[in-house]
């Protein structure tokens, strides 16, 4: 046991095709700063798709992505009419995802990534242990916020070791990686999002992320980096 909880991820240097789901509630203010930080992505052009997922949103969130959309094929508005909740409006967006589709990213509309994070995220796959890669915040400032995220990163870490990740941080992770048959009568999703009943299935800090500490005079988005390790 201790021997194969040293064991290091392995990094590869593919690309698999992937779409990025950007929750947006009405998001206006960021939104269009968030499109073109993804647009600027070091990921080949042709290997990523960008789709807003927005759940009843009553400001210019929408229009503002469609005008994206008609300049860019690769930008999807996905809109719903009634605001159901960010879990209900992603599940059902989750579920239109091609099966050609190797890697999904989940993001807030106000995580701004680095051009080379989503690489950093993704070559965590190339370990056939790993089957979610999520980031790690770091708050700036002193706080008690800040504390008690590197207390629960800790623990996140150790449960990916044993192979029992619970939790993934949400404003940006990314699951898939590898092909899985879906349960019998499961409702749809796809197959990079498919569970494996492996205990070996981990959960990998591919990434970092700075935030301000509550009360602290910033701007309201966040900045997603890749970690040193």
Known sequence: ????????????????????????FNEARVIERKLRNALDLDYPKDRI?????????????????????RACPRIHLVAYSVNRGK???????????????GVVVFSDANS??????LRKLVRNFADPR?????GELAYKGASGEATYRRYE??????QS????PLTAEGRRDVAGGHDHTAPRGRQRIPRCLRARSRVDRRLSLGCSVTVAAPGTDCEP???IAPSRS
């Not at 798709?49 to 959309?69: H, K, L």
């Not at 990163?153 to 150790?158: D, S, Y």
């Not at 070791?161 to 029992?164: D, E, S, T």
Request: hydrophobic residues 45%; glycine residues 6%; aromatic residues 4%.
């Open 49 to 69: 798709e960008i789709w807003v997922s927005s759940d009843g949103s009553t400001d210019d969130t929408n229009a503002i992505v469609r005008r994206f959309a």
């Open 221 to 223: 988005c966040r900045e």
């Open 112 to 117: 701004m990534y680095r051009p080379d994070a």
């Open 87 to 101: 879990t209900a409006a992603l599940m059902e967006t989750v579920r239109a995802v091609p099966d050609s589709v």
């Open 153 to 158: 990163n800790r623990i996140k870490l150790a």
């Open 130 to 134: 790993v089957g979610c890669v999520a």
């Open 1 to 24: 046991m201790a021997s194969w909880l040293g064991r290091p991820v392995v990094h590869g240097d593919a690309c698999p095709p992937a779409v990025m789901i950007i929750s947006a």
């Open 161 to 164: 070791r044993l192979g029992a």
